[in-house]
C-alpha cells in the first residue's frame, strides 16, 4: 500500500468511527465521553484485535491489514456492502502512479441519439456529476441540465438549489456527496476530481462536513420537486442507469405517472417550442 493509500485508510477508519454511537452497540455509557462516537480501545475490541493494532492502521503505520480484519471492523461500523466494498478497496496494494491528465469523458453518438429520442427530460451525468449531454426537454425543465453544468458546483454553490430541494436539502445534500463518492471510488489523483473536491471543499462548510464523513451510496433514482417558470410545482421520478462500458457514466432520466397532473405538465413542456 503506498502512503497515500495509507492515509485515506486512516482517514475513512476515523470518519466511521465517530459516526458510530456506544449505543447502537450495546456499550454502556459512563461519565462524559470525550470522543464523538467510539473509541479506538472500543473498536478494536469489538473487532478482535488489539487497540495498537487498530491506533497503526488509523495513523497509516500498517500496510498489509488483512481481508479477515478489515470485514470485522465492517462489522463494528455496521457498514452496508457498498461501504464495506470501499473500505476493502482503499487498504488493497496499489503501485505509484506517474502525474496524470484529465481525464476526458466522450458520449458515444448512439447514446446521444437516443437522449435526443427519449420522449422525457434526459441527460448524462459522469463520473464526477459533470452534465455530458442534454436533450432539449431536460434544458427547458432546468437549465442547470445544460452541458458543461456539474451536478455537484450547482447543488452547492447556486442558491436556487436551496429552494428546489427544501426542506429535505440536507438529506440531498448527504446523498449526493455519498453518491459522488461511491462514482470516485479510490481514483482520486485525477486532476478534474482534485480541482472539484478542492473547490467545493473551500466555498461550501456544508460539503466539506459531509464529504469528511466517507459515506459510500450507489447512485440512483429519486423522487424530484421542480418549481418550474411557467408549469408552477412539478414532481416526477429520477432515473439512474448505468451506460455500459462508458466508466461511471448515468443516463438520467426524469418521468412521472402516467395520467397525473405532473405527467400533464411533462407533455406540456414536451410541445411547447423552444425559445
Known amino acids: 500500500m503506498t502512503d497515500a493509500a495509507a492515509n485515506e485508510l486512516g482517514d475513512f477508519l476515523r470518519a466511521r468511527r465517530e459516526l458510530v454511537t456506544p449505543e447502537q452497540l450495546g456499550i454502556p455509557v459512563v461519565g462524559v465521553r470525550r470522543v464523538p462516537g467510539l473509541r479506538r480501545e472500543e473498536v478494536a475490541m469489538l473487532s478482535g484485535i488489539s487497540a495498537d ?19 470485522s471492523i465492517a462489522r463494528v461500523f455496521q457498514l452496508d456492502p457498498d461501504t464495506a466494498t470501499y473500505m476493502l478497496e ?9 502525474v496524470r491528465r484529465r481525464r476526458v469523458e466522450t458520449v458515444a453518438p448512439h447514446t446521444l441519439r ?3 429520442q427519449l420522449p422525457f427530460p434526459a441527460f448524462v451525468e459522469g463520473r464526477y456529476l459533470d452534465v ?10 432546468s437549465p442547470r441540465l445544460a ?15 436551496h429552494d428546489l430541494f427544501e426542506p429535505y436539502w440536507e438529506q440531498a ?13 479510490t481514483d482520486t489523483d485525477d486532476p478534474r476530481f482534485i480541482e472539484l473536491v478542492g473547490e467545493l471543499s473551500l466555498a461550501s462548510p456544508l460539503f466539506r462536513q ?11 433514482g429519486a ?45 406540456l413542456l414536451a410541445s411547447t417550442p423552444v425559445s
Not at 173 to 185: E, I, K, M, N, Y
Not at 240 to 265: E, F, Q, T
Open 147 to 161: 452541458v458543461g453544468g456539474n451536478r455537484l458546483r450547482d447543488f452547492f454553490l447556486d442558491p436556487a438549489e
Open 132 to 141: 455530458l449531454a442534454a436533450n432539449t426537454l431536460a434544458t427547458a425543465l
Open 223 to 267: 423522487t424530484m420537486h421542480f418549481d418550474h417558470p411557467q408549469l408552477g410545482k412539478l414532481q416526477v421520478d429520477r432515473e439512474k442507469l448505468a451506460i455500459s462500458g462508458s466508466d461511471g457514466m448515468m443516463l438520467v432520466i426524469y418521468h412521472a405517472l402516467p395520467g397525473s397532473p405532473n405527467a400533464d405538465k411533462l407533455a
Open 210 to 220: 459531509l464529504w469528511a464523513r466517507h459515506e459510500i451510496r450507489v447512485r440512483q
Open 114 to 116: 437516443l437522449i435526443e
Open 173 to 185: 445534500a448527504a446523498g449526493l456527496v455519498a453518491g459522488f463518492r461511491q462514482s470516485v471510488g
Open 90 to 98: 482503499l487498504a488493497a496494494p496499489r503501485t505509484r502512479r506517474t
Open 53 to 71: 493494532y487498530y491506533l497503526r492502521l488509523e495513523q497509516g503505520r500498517d500496510r498489509n491489514p488483512s481481508s479477515q480484519v478489515l470485514e
